[in-house]
């Protein structure tokens, strides 16, 4: 399965994730700090 790791751009939070769990912050936000996060803060692995 794809990795990607998230970085928060607001609370620099860095998340090792996959697929499901980058659509679900790309719609609901960081899970630490609940800013809005966009494409960018996600780097594929
Ligand atoms: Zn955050």
């Given at each position: 399965m794809t990795t990607y790791l998230f970085t928060c751009q607001a609370c620099g939070q860095e998340i090792e994730i996959n697929g499901p769990m980058r659509e679900a912050i790309l719609s609901?936000?960081?899970?630490?700090?609940?800013e809005s996060v966009d494409a960018a803060a996600f780097e594929q692995e």
């Open positions: 609901s936000g960081c899970p630490v700090c609940t």
